[in-house]
């Protein structure tokens, strides 16, 4: 029976169907088979679990965290950060590119989305680093590159999806992202230093005094999103999920009464964006939940921890080998599919081997925002090509010195947990 519901479910994907109609196909085609056996399922199965799916409170995180990043973005606060950052990186070599970084890191306390930033910071950099003499591909590179931090440093869409998978707690998977976020655009900034030496680039001015305290005050309030949201949650003052209310509340005072940049009439396509891009997240957890029920019924997980400690008990081993299929499997899957198909098969066998699993989820997630650069299915790629003009596989290759930096730090997090868990237990104890 199991082999039933992947076949039906790879062809169904190999047809061109998306995910969650895959999977939904699948798994009804998989309870019609079950009538004919001893033990039929009811096919009422299938409301009770998609219900079951989407029946979480931390997942009203997702659309409210949206919600809050195109706020900000649509609300003038994208061109004050990137100001704020100019007057801080620009003089290092590498000039804007070093600001794109920078910009990212911000932005990603704000949106929690990679590709949000990538669209939003790629629109304002990009065309400014090609005028500087950066060429297309590489101004593309950098910013889609850079918006990978996104899903890592919180708030993060990611880590709220996958806490209410496998019922980690997403505060702490909020904190464990704070340092590895950090050490990747440190990584992606020397990088960009290493090729401004190589490549001759041009290198921004440093800022006057009086520049620089007009970009400290303009960037001020956009600066305060990222301090209240983590702020609240960290000191437990809200959950993450109150958190993101928080953070809609104060996108919407700066973008409409302080800033005045969204006009009331843009709310309805701002709600109306963030509506579509919620259900179809929402949508696919739902049917996961069908999909993930059917295969713990069927003792999926138990089959692949046997299978996987006939290779091998020792988690540094399980952990390689997780890392190879995931970032495999990032050519061909966009982030949240892959997440929702690998991460209830992958958790309870790493919690057998005694791994942990906020270290285990940030591990994943790193690996995930790995794939959205690697060809063929690179959200990132796509997004900044489109922008720059410049071939999407001409991107692809400008992003290679990136992915294999961001291999590195991958690397590192995944055999020195405590660069994942310090500030956790700091918070959390």
Same mark, same amino acid.
Request: hydrophobic share 60%; proline share 6%; aromatic share 8%.
């Given at each position: 029976?199991?082999?039933?519901?992947?076949?039906?479910?790879?062809?169904?994907?190999?047809?061109?169907? &998306?995910?969650?109609?895959?999977?939904?196909?699948?798994?009804?085609?998989?309870?019609?088979? #079950?009538?004919? !056996?001893?033990?039929?399922?009811?096919?009422?199965? $299938?409301?009770?679990?998609?219900? @079951?799916?989407?029946?979480?409170?931390?997942?009203?995180?997702?659309?409210?965290?949206?919600?809050?990043?195109?706020?900000?973005?649509?609300?003038?606060?994208?061109?004050?950060?990137?100001?704020?950052?100019?007057?801080?990186?620009?003089?290092?070599?590498?000039?804007?590119?070093?600001?794109?970084?920078?910009?990212?890191?911000?932005?990603?306390?704000?949106?929690?989305? @990679?590709?949000? &930033?990538?669209?939003?910071?790629? @629109?304002?950099?990009?065309?400014?680093? +090609?005028?500087?003499?950066?060429?297309?591909?590489?101004?593309?590179?950098?910013?889609?590159?850079?918006?990978? $931090?996104?899903?890592?440093?919180?708030?993060?869409?990611?880590?709220?999806?996958? %806490?209410?998978?496998?019922?980690?707690?997403?505060?702490?998977?909020?904190?464990?992202?704070?340092?590895?976020?950090?050490?990747?655009?440190?990584?992606?900034?020397?990088?960009?230093?290493? &090729?401004? =030496?190589?490549?001759?680039?041009?290198?921004?001015?440093?800022?006057?005094?009086?520049?620089?305290?007009?970009? *400290?005050?303009?960037?001020?309030?956009?600066? !305060?999103?990222?301090?209240?949201?983590?702020?609240?949650?960290?000191?437990?003052?809200?959950?993450?999920?109150?958190?993101?209310?928080?953070?809609?509340?104060?996108?919407?005072?700066? !973008?409409?009464?302080?800033?005045?940049?969204?006009?009331?009439?843009?709310?309805?396509? +701002?709600?109306?964006?963030?509506?579509?891009?919620?259900?179809?997240?929402?949508?696919?957890?739902?049917?996961?939940?069908?999909?993930?029920? *059917?295969?713990?019924?069927?003792?999926?997980?138990?089959?692949?921890?046997?299978?996987?400690?006939? =290779?091998?008990?020792?988690?540094?081993?399980?952990?390689?080998?997780?890392?190879?299929?995931?970032? *495999?499997?990032?050519?061909?899957?966009?982030?949240?599919?892959?997440?929702?198909?690998?991460?209830?098969?992958?958790?309870?066998?790493?919690?057998?081997?005694?791994?942990?699993?906020?270290?285990? %989820?940030?591990?994943?997630?790193?690996?995930?925002?790995? !794939?959205?650069?690697?060809?063929?299915?690179? =959200?990132?790629?796509?997004?900044?090509?489109?922008?720059?003009? @410049?071939?999407?596989?001409?991107?692809?290759? #400008?992003?290679? %010195?990136?992915?294999?930096?961001?291999?590195?730090?991958?690397?590192?997090?995944?055999?020195?947990?405590?660069?994942?868990?310090? +500030?956790?237990?700091?918070?959390?104890?």
């Amino acid at each position: 029976m199991l082999t039933l519901l992947f076949a039906v479910f790879i062809v169904l994907l190999a047809l061109g169907l &998306d995910l969650f109609s895959a999977m939904g196909l699948a798994s009804f085609i998989y309870l019609l088979a #079950a009538q004919s !056996g001893s033990m039929p399922l009811p096919l009422t199965l $299938i409301p009770q679990q998609l219900m @079951a799916g989407v029946d979480s409170f931390p997942l009203l995180a997702v659309p409210m965290f949206l919600l809050a990043g195109e706020l900000m973005t649509r609300g003038g606060v994208t061109n004050r950060l990137v100001a704020f950052a100019g007057v801080l990186v620009g003089h290092v070599r590498g000039g804007l590119a070093q600001v794109s970084i920078v910009t990212n890191v911000i932005m990603a306390g704000m949106s929690g989305s @990679a590709v949000a &930033d990538a669209a939003s910071t790629g @629109a304002v950099l990009i065309p400014g680093m +090609i005028k500087r003499g950066y060429t297309p591909a590489y101004a593309a590179a950098v910013i889609a590159s850079a918006a990978t $931090i996104g899903p890592i440093i919180p708030p993060s869409l990611m880590f709220v999806v996958l %806490g209410s998978m496998v019922s980690v707690s997403v505060g702490q998977l909020f904190a464990a992202g704070i340092l590895p976020g950090l050490i990747m655009a440190l990584a992606m900034m020397l990088v960009v230093y290493r &090729d401004a =030496i190589k490549q001759n680039m041009p290198v921004e001015a440093r800022a006057t005094l009086p520049e620089f305290w007009k970009a *400290i005050r303009e960037a001020a309030l956009p600066l !305060g999103m990222p301090v209240v949201v983590l702020g609240t949650i960290l000191t437990g003052f809200a959950t993450p999920t109150e958190a993101s209310v928080i953070a809609v509340v104060y996108g919407f005072i700066l !973008g409409v009464i302080i800033y005045r940049e969204i006009k009331w009439g843009d709310l309805i396509e +701002i709600f109306a964006t963030v509506a579509m891009t919620s259900a179809a997240v929402m949508v696919t957890v739902a049917v996961s939940q069908l999909f993930g029920w *059917i295969t713990t019924a069927e003792g999926l997980g138990k089959l692949l921890g046997a299978w996987l400690t006939t =290779i091998t008990n020792e988690p540094w081993v399980f952990l390689l080998i997780v890392n190879i299929v995931v970032l *495999i499997l990032g050519m061909f899957m966009e982030p949240i599919p892959i997440m929702i198909l690998t991460v209830p098969i992958l958790f309870p066998v790493a919690n057998q081997l005694g791994i942990n699993s906020v270290h285990f %989820g940030v591990v994943i997630v790193l690996n995930l925002m790995i !794939g959205s650069l690697t060809p063929p299915i690179g =959200i990132n790629i796509f997004v900044t090509s489109a922008i720059s003009k @410049a071939p999407v596989m001409a991107v692809a290759r #400008a992003c290679m %010195g990136f992915i294999w930096i961001l291999i590195i730090v991958l690397a590192l997090i995944t055999y020195f947990p405590q660069l994942v868990l310090w +500030i956790p237990q700091m918070l959390y104890q």
